[in-house]
């Protein structure tokens, strides 16, 4: 069966920089792009990133873009996201994602916390 | 960007209601749009996509509706299982949306 699993979350000070990672199992991967998709406690979700299948094509929500990067590593069946000069507004549960057709996801990884405080 | 008016954001309802939730695009999408149900605690789950192509193993009580820029998500009889929140999600030109999400609770 299909399953995302992040890692990396948890506290660092505002500026600070955390890496997220998320592996894939039960598809093949190298032919699926990728999202990251974050929600702030008790609000709604929230695109951050994408990554076509092959690392061709990136993209990012406007407020993310210059502070993150998205990547993969096709032979790791790995995603990862580089979160740098983070805010306390960046403070969310990031859930890794499958893309389906560039229009909508259709897989969900259980999320990981960062929390972004002094 | 493209803007996504979800309502209501709070819903309550019976068991065997019908319920009906709106989206709204502020440009057109055609028919670009997906629905999910997120239970507490847990990631969201894809009910619709396309705006009315059922997932797989996704109950028939489930329906989605319309293209451009209005969409609707209709329960045909409210379960138990199915109260949650909803969201709505647009894509065009790369960037993603979601709707502000609907909270439907028991009346």
């Known amino acids: 069966q299909v399953q995302l699993v992040e890692s990396g979350g948890g506290v660092v000070q505002p500026g600070g920089s955390l890496r997220l990672s998320c592996v894939a199992s039960g598809f093949t991967f190298r032919t699926y792009s990728i999202h990251w998709v974050r929600q702030a406690p008790g609000k709604g979700l929230e695109w951050v990133a994408f990554i076509r299948f092959d690392g061709s094509k990136k993209y990012y929500a406007d407020s993310v873009k210059g502070r993150f990067t998205i990547s993969r590593e096709n032979s790791k069946n790995t995603v990862n996201l580089q979160m740098n000069n983070l805010r306390a507004d960046d403070t969310a549960i990031y859930f890794c994602?499958?893309?389906?057709?560039?229009?909508?996801?259709?897989?969900w990884g259980q999320g990981t916390l960062v929390t972004v405080s002094s | 960007d493209i803007q996504m008016t979800q309502s209501p954001s709070t819903l309550s309802a019976f068991v065997g209601d019908r319920v009906t939730i709106t989206c709204r695009a502020s440009?057109?999408?055609?028919?670009?749009l997906a629905w999910y149900q997120q239970k507490p605690g847990t990631a969201p789950k894809l009910l619709i996509y396309?705006?009315?192509s059922l997932e797989s193993g996704v109950p028939s009580r489930f329906s989605g509706s319309g293209s451009g820029t209005e969409f609707t998500l209709t329960i045909s009889s409210l379960q138990p299982d199915d109260f949650a929140t909803y969201y709505c999600l647009q894509c065009n030109s790369y960037s993603w949306t979601f709707g502000q999400g609907t909270k439907v609770e028991i009346k």
């Open positions: 994602v499958r893309d389906r057709f560039e229009r909508f996801f259709d897989y």
């Open positions: 440009q057109s999408i055609s028919n670009w």
């Open positions: 396309d705006a009315s």
